[in-house]
């Protein structure tokens, strides 16, 4: 993996978690929402950057799977919580 490739996973590693919490402390659950969404965002520009890495030949599939899969799996969490925040405001 490049060195730029490694330092935009540092920030991400840093920036999804981040955007997670300052939504919850903010005033209203469509703000919440709104970082959720922007943490979801940064997931996808990762899940991209890790593919087209691969595609690339910078790694190979087999090394960046458990990565793609950890991606899928915080989705899938973030994707839930956000439906029990909308429930919660319709």
Do not use: C
Request: proline fraction near 1%; charged fraction near 25%; charge should be positive.
């Amino acid at each position: 993996m490049s060195v730029g490739n490694y330092h935009k996973l540092k920030i991400w590693q840093i920036s999804m978690p981040s955007n997670i919490a300052e939504g919850n402390v903010r005033d209203s659950r469509k703000e919440y929402l709104h970082f959720l969404s922007v943490a979801l965002g940064s997931l996808a520009e990762v899940e991209t950057q890790l593919q087209l890495s691969s595609r690339l030949g910078f790694v190979s599939l087999d090394e960046i799977e458990e990565m793609l899969e950890l991606i899928q799996q915080l989705a899938r969490m973030i994707r839930g919580l956000q439906r029990n925040i909308k429930s919660k405001i319709s």
